[in-house]
Every structure is written in C-alpha cells, then in structure tokens.
C-alpha cells in the first residue's frame, strides 16, 4: 500500500485479497498481513512521518 500511495499503480485492491488467501492456506500470518497492510497505508499517506516529526518541525520554524 506504500508503493500504492506514492503513485506507483499496484493496487492493495489486488495484494490484500491474495495475501489474506495465503493466510488463510496457511502459508502467511494473518495477523502479520493485517499489521503489515494497516502500517504501509499509514507510511505511505505520510500519516506516521507527520506524527514524529511533527514537533520538531514546528520547533525549528519557531527559532
């Protein structure tokens, strides 16, 4: 979802059925492929970055 966000057309529309398939056989964690689609979508919407960097910003700004 990460690649999806920054314009490189791989839609998580396509990766997150198929890796929740795989969970499902067995071949992955389900658990796993839940964490690792929720923390791509938040990186790549910047959402994280905004977050930690956030403070240090608006400091630097302020002097």
């Given at each position: 979802m990460?690649?999806?966000s920054i314009g490189i057309p791989l839609p998580s529309v396509i990766?997150?059925?198929y890796a929740c398939y795989l969970a499902?056989?067995?071949y992955l964690?389900?658990?796993a492929v839940v964490l690792v689609g929720?923390?791509?979508?938040?990186?790549g919407s910047g959402y994280v970055f905004h977050r930690?960097?956030?403070r240090?910003?608006?400091l630097?700004?302020?002097q």
């Open positions: 990460s690649i999806e990766i997150l059925p499902y056989l067995g964690n389900f658990l929720t923390s791509a979508r938040l990186t930690v960097f956030r240090q910003l608006s630097r700004t302020l």
